[in-house]
């Protein structure tokens, strides 16, 4: 698993099928918004079984991702997985 959503971002916007509409920006804005969320997603269900943390600032910038809707998700996929998922919320 690569992870790569900054990729899968780009391939996904750079579709023709956006031009048609009048609102572009926003909906391509929104579509980046919910590749972001979904990939840390997709990343926490399959690696959160091999770590015991993660440390929480990497995975905000990791994703690019502000700290509420990082730990939203954790939050989701903590209680989906009903992992010991531990975070590390310490600044580094």
């Known amino acids: ?6 990729r899968s971002n780009d391939l996904l916007t750079s579709l023709k099928t956006f031009n048609q509409y009048t609102n572009v920006n926003e909906i391509k804005e ?3 918004e919910n590749v ?3 990939s840390l997603k ?3 269900i399959y690696y ?7 440390n929480f600032s990497s995975l905000c910038k990791k994703f ?7 730990r939203k998700i954790i939050n989701n996929v903590k209680f989906i997985n009903y992992s010991k998922l531990l975070i590390d919320v310490t600044r580094t």
């Open 1 to 6: 698993m690569k992870g790569n959503w900054q």
């Open 30 to 32: 929104q579509l980046s």
């Open 36 to 38: 972001k969320l979904t």
């Open 42 to 44: 997709c990343y926490l």
């Open 48 to 54: 959160g079984n091999e770590f015991d943390s993660f």
């Open 64 to 70: 690019n991702l502000e700290e509420s809707q990082t």
